[in-house]
């Protein structure tokens, strides 16, 4: 939350009097220790004083265009102007005098009254009562601000909101700190000190109690929406492309255009339509378009493809269907026989060819095939007659019809009507 500093602030008087009751904005610390203010009514944030709760003095300071900086590596102090935007190591005049003037208001402010509060008193018992002098003013300032410590170090530490005890563990409090991220819109590229300034006065700002854990939690936060923004813009690039895509197929369907117009043609063609515009780099709509036409080409090539491989499937038919063409059927007069067919002319000749040739291999294949298979089995049968004769010749020879005198014609003319003899001598080859 935010600490609101009012007339209870420990420190000069002059801050006590700026700081009224009736003014919208507020003091805090944050956990780093730097000072931030933040306005009630605008809930607005800021690490810039407002001018609501600047001192006189300050105020008389603030009016110079001409600020006073220390240079962080060799702690030396400088002077800028915003407005010429120039810089000096030496204090310019102008604000020379605006510290005077701020010294001067400074001086005629002290409180007149001799009734103090304790934290005047305590002031005043560590400063010296002459206020003219510069170094007595610098000791008072010191004092205050040692009295003004001392008062915030002894003060009760607030109680834990009802917030901070609802977490029941660190992994939920980190998720609601992420979650204030996430409510707050905060960017993938915005610095720590600018995000601060919209989450410091939520709740949930204290839901992680150490620095540390807070800008890791920052840190990875950003990591989330840095991915989550990266892939929200590629969705958007995919689907603005495919919408532009989309544009030139219904042109293209409806012959608006073909793939031998150029762009600059085509171009004029959508100037009005918002998925034109939606690319918004010219090259990029160029680059679509010359994809697109390739994308044409592509499926125009694959149209004719098919259609001439369907042309193929039925030509082939026909020959299979066609008793006439055998494997000795040449080219040259198949050509002259088909020469008034209609469906035959309209085929390209060189794929016609191509898978006549290819038919007339196939039926030599089949026909080689046929040849073995027969072979193969006349040869089984030869085999069979063998053996069945040489069955019938044991069988006379047991019986002793066959004698080493026995000739050949006189034992065929017993035999002559067997079965087993008859099927050898049908057999092609020579005679047994």
Known sequence: ?????????????????????????????????????????????????????????????????????????????YYYNHIT??????????????????????????????????????????????????????????????????????????????????????DDAWGAFK??????????????????????????????????????????????????????????????????????REAASDATITARHPWRRVSRAFMHDPRHDAVEDERDREDLYDEFVLEMERQDLDARQREKQESAKKFKQRLEEDKDVTSRTQWRRYVQHMENDPQFRAMDKLEALRVFEGHIRELEAREAETDRVNKERQRRDSRKARDAFRQLLNEHYAAGDIVPKTRWREFVKGVVEDERYVNLISQPGSMP
């Open 1 to 77: 939350g935010c600490m609101i500093l009012g007339n209870s602030g420990v420190g000069k008087s002059t801050l006590a009097n700026v700081l009224a009751p009736a003014s919208d904005w507020s003091e805090a610390t944050s956990d780093d220790g730097r000072k931030y203010y933040f306005n009630k009514l605008t809930r607005v944030t800021t690490w810039e004083k407002p001018n609501e709760l600047k001192t006189p003095e300050e105020l008389a300071i603030s009016s110079s265009p001409w600020k006073e900086y220390t240079n962080a590596e060799t702690g030396k102090k």
């Open 85 to 170: 935007q120039k810089s000096a190591w030496e204090m310019p005049s102008e604000y020379k005098d605006a510290l005077d003037k701020a010294k001067g208001i400074a001086s005629k402010t002290q409180p007149s009254s001799t009734t103090t509060t304790p934290a005047q008193h305590a002031t005043n018992t560590n400063t010296n009562t002459s206020s003219s002098s510069d170094t007595k003013a610098k000791t008072d300032t010191k004092a205050d601000e040692k009295s003004s410590t001392n008062t915030r170090s002894s003060s009760p530490t607030p109680a834990v909101s009802k917030r901070e005890q609802s977490y029941g563990n660190k």
């Open 179 to 248: 979650q204030l991220l996430a409510d707050m819109s905060v960017g993938s590229t915005v610095p720590w000190d600018s995000a601060l300034k919209h989450i410091i006065c939520d709740d949930r700002y204290k839901a992680l109690s150490k620095i540390a854990d807070k800008k890791a939690a920052f840190l990875e936060y950003q990591v989330e929406r840095r991915k989550t923004e990266q892939e929200d813009r590629r969705r958007k690039e995919k689907q603005v492309r495919t919408d532009f895509l989309n544009m030139l």
